[in-house]
């Protein structure tokens, strides 16, 4: 009896914001390249990066998966916090320019603000917000602070 045909391999639909893995890592490059600050994190995150990947999320953000790299991870996420990059949205642009002590505070923060944050952000009822302050209760000392500010400073931006 002859084998099955195994179907063939088709290319990975891509949403509408979403890049290729290669457009997604020369873009990231492209953005890093021109930072003025940052540079020894980025380096160490460059080298750290060999261990892991770098994906883009549907949104066009680069996505990394590091292995044994938390502490570069922290260093560079607390420095690069309010750099502007090409795939920042108006809402970004807004947060990074009024609210970075704030990000700041929340990107050194590793009881998960920023996952709170993130969490609240996606929400559309207030059932969630209390399943993300569930989730994440020691965020909210970082988050908190951030969440105002986005909402005081930024909120047509941010709608």
Known sequence: MPRPRAAPLLAP???PNEKDEATCTSDC????????SCQSEFAALKQCDNSGTVTCDPSGHAEVALYDCSSTLLAWGVCSACEHFS???????????NCCSEL????????????LAYCIKACTDQDCVQGCYGNYPKGYATAEPY????????ATQCQ
Do not use: N, Y
């Open 147 to 154: 969440l105002s500010c986005r909402s005081s400073s930024c």
């Open 29 to 36: 490059e492209s953005d890093f390249a021109g930072l003025t």
């Open 87 to 97: 795939v920042d949205t108006p809402c970004d642009s807004c947060e990074k320019t």
């Open 104 to 115: 700041k505070a929340m990107a050194s923060d590793p009881d998960g603000g920023q996952a």
């Open 13 to 15: 639909t891509l949403l």
